[in-house]
Nanobody
Framework: QVQLVESGGGLVQPGGSLRLSCAASGRFFSINAMGWYCQAPGKQRELVAIITSGGSTNYADSVKGRFTISRDNAKNTMYLQMNSLKPEDTAVYYC??????????WGQGTQVTVSS
């Protein structure tokens, strides 16, 4: 069974920073890619950033230049460094793991609230 555990969310003022972590454990096939998604109230879940097994990254236009995704393969852990946070970044952030079979696994989500 695969477990993805997110941490690092919280309340931050506009312009502040947070770093989210996602630790993967359990038995899973080789990873194709891992990513962060967010879901704001009343909206669909959407991609924030993704990193492939080869290290290639892609970001939503709304976070380019502010967020950085990274992985520590030895620890099966993924990170999202979030800088210059805006109120519109407020959402539940979910960790995703996509394996080479095309299976998707999801974490439980961590709340990020940007407010003064």
């Amino acid at each position: 069974q695969v477990q993805l555990v997110e941490s690092g969310g919280g309340l931050v003022q506009p312009g502040g920073s947070l770093r989210l972590s996602c630790a993967a454990s359990g038995r899973f096939f080789s990873i194709n890619a891992m990513g962060w998604y967010c879901q704001a109230p009343g909206k669909q879940r959407e991609l924030v950033a993704i990193i492939t097994s080869g290290g290639s990254t892609n970001y939503a236009d709304s976070v380019k230049g502010r967020f950085t995704i990274s992985r520590d393969n030895a620890k099966n852990t993924m990170y999202l460094q979030m800088n210059s946070l805006k109120p519109e970044d407020t959402a539940v952030y979910y960790c995703n793991l996509n394996d080479v079979r095309g299976y998707d696994y999801w974490g439980q989500g961590t709340q990020v609230t940007v407010s003064s």
